[in-house]
């Protein structure tokens, strides 16, 4: 039972650059998140999704784009990387169509980004 | 606005020591509460929640919380630290109203022999 997968564990970045931000989850999760963690702030969320095709900004969203096309799957896609997005990056994801959404989130290992 | 505050940024106790740490919350409902811990390099791992009911709850590696309505916290508990707890700790608000998760500011611990 694999969980919540991120890939990469490691990456650094040029100004200007663009990437994305795999995660996958095998737990038919309805609800999946994005979150930065940055040091004495703990973690902000960028982007969720409450279903596939769905997806909603939360307090951080500018620069990151996200998508829902399967259950599975959420990519994070930065546009044009900022050493301000050097972080990192934690999907998180929780619920099924017959649990409640809150009954607990399963967080990925996370990404450390580096912009440079 | 929704918020949570942890107010200790660094906590240090001796091994076999009582542990407390604090969290704070704003939220106008009925909040969904939870503490996460995480070790360094790692994700975050649910220690315990409260949706209703009894508002000591119980949780994994021997931690507990406390819910007080009137005083908007919920502070974690454990009778005797070990070594293994040294982590950061997570305290975070369900939102059902946004659909979003809040996370305090996180107070790390560690834990002396």
């Known amino acids: 039972n694999a969980g919540v997968t991120q890939t990469p564990k490691f990456q650094v970045l040029k100004t200007g650059q663009s990437m994305t931000l795999q995660c996958a989850q095998d737990m038919n999760h309805e609800y999946m998140s994005w979150y930065r963690q940055d040091p004495g702030m703990g973690l902000r969320l960028i982007h969720y999704s409450v279903g596939a095709g769905i997806t909603d900004q939360g307090e951080v969203p500018n620069g990151y784009n996200v998508s829902r096309s399967t259950t599975e799957d959420f990519p994070l896609r930065l546009l044009s990387a900022a050493p301000s997005q050097t972080s990192v990056y934690f999907c998180?994801?929780?619920?099924?169509?017959?649990?409640?959404?809150?009954?607990?989130?399963?967080f990925g290992q996370g990404t450390r980004l580096t912009v440079v | 606005a929704q918020s949570v505050t942890q107010p200790d940024i660094h906590i240090t106790v001796s091994e076999g020591a009582s542990l407390e740490l604090r969290c704070n919350y704003s939220?106008?409902?009925?909040?969904?509460l939870f503490w996460y811990v995480q070790s360094p390099g790692q994700g975050l791992q649910l220690l315990l929640k409260?949706?209703?009911?009894?508002?000591l709850v119980q949780g994994i590696k021997g931690f507990e919380a406390e819910f007080k309505r009137s005083q908007s916290s919920f502070n974690l508990r454990k009778p005797s630290v070990h070594w293994s707890d040294a982590a950061e700790y997570f305290c975070a608000v369900g939102a059902q109203s946004s659909n979003q998760f809040y996370f305090g500011t996180g107070t790390s611990l560690t834990v002396i022999p």
């Open positions: 998180a994801s929780s619920g099924t169509t017959t649990d409640s959404v809150w009954a607990e989130a399963f």
């Open positions: 939220y106008g409902a009925t909040p969904y």
């Open positions: 409260y949706f209703s009911g009894d508002t």
